[in-house]
């Protein structure tokens, strides 16, 4: 006896609805890809601006610290004792005490190159140094490229006022080398290049050193 089936079964997909799921999950495709690519992008351009910026603050903290320990040494510039100390528009020179031992050392900070290709150079030198003005071999030396600009500005104490600013407010001297003393205090703008900005992002601080006395 032969079975006799009321209706034709259907099994699996017609080729249009199989076109259509196809095409869902493509556009669903693209639409997160897309989203994973631009926030990957993000991410990265996060990533790159942390690390730049913390760059930046270790410089920053780290002169901080050998500033605040600023040893008040003596050298000899032109055959006359001065204080071992040197601050220019954009570099700084002194005498510390070494964080590996607790012995005075020499740090000096200070830009370098041209153009794109200026950075900022850290340098160690063993003291005592006969020639603290000049062109010893550093015993440490490290590049810092992200670090494109420095400014350094040294004051006299306060209660040694220059004048007076337009507005009447007392303006401290700037600090002289043959005050024969440490500065009271030490301004410094450290500037970071950051990818994708055309402008460098300023870090300030200003520090006063343990040593600092009255001129």
Known sequence: MKSVHSGTARSGLTLIELLITLT???IAGVLVSGSLTTGLRAWQSGMRHGREDLVARIVVERLSAQ?????????VRENNPTIAFSAGEDSLRFVTVATDGGVPVQ????L???GEERHLVYREYPWPDKDFFGASRPRREEKVPEV?????SVKRSTDD??????????????????DQVLPASVTIDVDVAVAGEEEPRRHSVVVTPLMASEP
Do not use: H
């Open 24 to 26: 869902i999950l493509a």
């Open 107 to 110: 740090v000096s900070y200070a």
């Open 148 to 152: 494109v600009g420095l400014s350094v």
């Open 67 to 75: 500033l605040r320990t600023a040893v008040e040494a003596m050298a």
């Open 161 to 178: 006022p220059g004048g007076d600013d337009v507005d009447g407010n007392v303006v401290p001297e700037d600090w002289d080398p043959a």
């Open 112 to 114: 370098e190159g041209d």
